[in-house]
């Protein structure tokens, strides 16, 4: 199974922040990462596929990079709904794994 | 508008069954895989497994820890992807969410629209 570790678990920011969140895959997924933000109580919400698609509708200010093992999630100006959990997910090969979760916290 | 209504969770004694369903409705059903995710109270996201199309077999995967207890399976007639819960454990409590799972080619998916999800717990 791929292993996916995200850090830091959990992260303290400010409205205006820029912040980047890091998975890693156990071994190489090439592009098949995806990104999901959840709020508490609330289903998940996909944010990006295919390591930098961004899905319809998401602000420009989310992006995502990476390839083979290492990707980010980066949040360019931190907005007062972006406080929330961040998972990743790797959809190369099964059993599909979630990496497990970035909680943002307003500092 | 895109929607997924999952219904059927509850409470449910350690070895016993249950059945959820996920009705949908603002796309073709039949055109896509459906999913299933499930969270445990207070904790990160699990994959349970998904049925494919038709158009690329109707076949499932599963994770390990539900295989041989969970089936997947789905009617295109009423645009609805079920899940069999079979010899159920503790383990098994948590919000379980169904997902449209979009693909590139019928071999990589990822789950770009989410029900609600329904509450499922074991417990004597």
């Known amino acids: 199974d791929i292993q996916m570790t995200q850090s830091p678990s959990t992260l303290s920011a400010s409205v205006g922040d820029r912040v980047t969140i890091t998975c890693r895959a156990s071994?190489?997924?090439?592009?098949?990462l995806a990104w999901y933000q959840q709020k508490p109580g609330k289903a998940p919400n996909l944010l990006i596929y295919?390591?930098?698609t961004l899905d319809s509708g998401v602000p420009s200010r989310f992006s995502g990079s990476g390839s083979g093992t290492e990707f980010t999630l980066t949040i360019s100006s931190l907005q007062p709904d972006d406080f929330a959990t961040y998972y990743c997910?790797?959809?190369?090969?099964?059993?599909?794994?979630f990496g497990g979760g970035t909680k943002v916290e307003i500092k | 508008e895109v929607q997924l209504v999952e219904s059927g969770g509850g409470l449910v004694q350690p070895g016993r069954s249950l059945r959820l369903s996920c009705t949908v409705s603002?796309?073709?059903?039949?055109?896509?895989?459906m999913n299933w995710v499930r969270q445990a109270p207070g904790k990160g996201l699990e994959w349970v497994g998904f049925?494919?199309?038709?158009?690329?077999?109707?076949?499932?995967e599963y994770a390990a820890s539900v295989k041989g207890r969970f089936t997947i399976s789905r009617d295109d007639s009423k645009s609805t992807a079920y899940l069999q819960m079979n010899s159920l454990q503790t383990e098994d409590t948590g919000i379980y969410y169904c997902?449209?799972?979009?693909?590139?080619?019928?071999?990589?998916?990822?789950?770009?629209?989410w029900g609600q999800g329904t509450l499922v717990t074991v417990s004597s």
């Open positions: 997910q790797q959809y190369n090969s099964y059993p599909l794994t």
């Open positions: 295919k390591a930098s």
């Open positions: 071994q190489s997924i090439s592009s098949w």
């Open positions: 997902t449209r799972a979009d693909t590139v080619s019928g071999a990589k998916y990822y789950f770009d629209y």
């Open positions: 603002g796309f073709t059903f039949g055109y896509y895989a």
């Open positions: 049925v494919r199309s038709k158009g690329y077999g109707g076949t499932t």
